[in-house]
């Protein structure tokens, strides 16, 4: 079975810092992993994804995530927020090619301060 | 063109009563899911449906019931409606189980 863990429900940074966003996954299988943004009353959009390529993944908006699999995790980091950076942050996880529907941790909410 | 569309948007409805949420996708997928999200910001997949099979969440009540007349379709019904069932439900569709998910913009149901 897969889980999905992201540490910190809320994160507060100002503008200009950088922005860490904490995920930890577990799959019996090579994961998978995606982080999703969800901004106010809109649906998710994907901000990138890992599929056993580069370990390093660049995504949308400046944010990247590192695979680390001797930690099993994929923290998303940005190295300067901005305002339009607040939203909700979700990591996901897939069992690779088995194919299996994505499991979401429980969400980050991320707030820049001016 | 919106990739992932659902209606209405927003739903309240009294309890007991039964209603359908509508979604529909451009995008030529194969699978098509409906998540529920609730007032904690958790995302819970129900359903996902991919060629006529349909895979269901086991915790899913069965008053929840997926429809899917075509590809491109995939509506949800719900019947008797509780309290409990107040959430945002969203649908979505990727090209195969475990890729990128497309969402809709989410349908904020209210049940009064």
């Known amino acids: 079975a897969q889980s999905v863990t992201q540490l910190g429900s809320h994160v507060s940074v100002s503008e200009g810092a950088l922005v860490l966003l904490r995920c930890n996954y577990s799959?019996?299988?090579?994961?998978?992993l995606f982080w999703y943004v969800q901004y106010p009353n809109q649906g998710l959009q994907l901000l990138l994804k890992?599929?056993?390529?580069?370990?390093l993944v660049k995504g949308i908006n400046g944010f990247e995530a590192e695979f680390k699999k001797s930690e099993t995790s994929f923290h998303l980091t940005k190295p300067s927020a901005h305002m339009s950076d607040a939203a909700e942050y979700f990591c996901?996880?897939?069992?690779?090619?088995?194919?299996?529907?994505?499991?979401f941790g429980g969400g980050t909410r991320l707030m820049v301060k001016p | 063109d919106t990739a992932v569309s659902q209606t209405p948007k927003y739903l309240v409805t009294q309890m007991g009563n039964d209603k359908s949420i509508k979604c529909e996708q451009n995008?030529?997928?194969?699978?098509m899911y409906w998540y529920k999200q609730d007032s904690k910001k958790f995302l819970k997949i129900m359903f996902s449906?991919?060629?006529?099979?349909?895979?269901i969440n086991e915790t899913v009540p069965n008053r929840f019931s997926p429809k899917s007349p075509d590809k491109a379709h995939l509506n949800l019904h719900i019947n008797s409606l509780e309290l409990g069932d107040s959430a945002v439900y969203f649908c979505?569709?990727?090209?195969?189980?475990?890729?990128?998910?497309?969402f809709g913009s989410g349908t904020q149901l209210s049940v009064l």
């Open positions: 979505a569709s990727s090209d195969r189980q475990g890729e990128k998910l497309f």
């Open positions: 799959s019996s299988v090579p994961p998978y």
């Open positions: 890992y599929t056993s390529a580069a370990t």
């Open positions: 996901a996880v897939s069992e690779g090619n088995a194919g299996n529907m994505l499991t």
């Open positions: 995008l030529g997928h194969d699978t």
């Open positions: 449906y991919n060629n006529k099979e349909l895979i």
